[in-house]
């Protein structure tokens, strides 16, 4: 079993950043990161290969950039230029053998962490 631990998030306004970071108890081959606002399904974010292959959904384009440090089994989500239709939790996501996408492919979730960006 993985254990992954999710830190950063918090209150911040519009046009500014923040960073998530998302450590997993042992290797795994993709890692990233899903989001449920109030009254939505969760969706993707972005996630990362191990191999360093990065996919980003649009609306995150340009803004949210994710790295991996495969020595710490962590990942992390650069989110600038902040909006408020980013407020949402923030899930980490990770898949053993596979891509995080779609959702039946992660074996494993955070505890998710809040980001909020009042309008």
């Known amino acids: 079993q993985v254990q992954l631990v999710e830190s950063g998030g918090g209150l911040v306004q519009a046009g500014g950043s923040l960073r998530l970071s998302c450590a997993a108890s042992?290797?795994?081959?993709?890692m990233g990161w899903y989001r449920q606002a109030p009254g939505k399904q969760r969706e993707l974010v972005t996630y990362?290969?191990?191999?360093?292959?990065?996919t980003y959904a649009d609306p995150v384009k340009g803004r949210f950039t994710i790295s991996r440090d495969n020595a710490k089994n962590t990942v992390y989500l650069q989110m600038n230029s902040l909006k408020p239709e980013d407020t949402a939790v923030y899930y980490c996501?990770?898949?053993?053998?596979?891509?995080?996408?779609?959702?039946?492919?992660?074996?494993?979730w955070g505890q998710g962490t809040q980001v909020t960006i009042p309008s």
């Open positions: 996501a990770a898949s053993r053998f596979g891509i995080v996408t779609p959702r039946s492919r992660v074996d494993y």
């Open positions: 042992s290797s795994i081959f993709s």
């Open positions: 990362i290969t191990k191999i360093g292959s990065t």
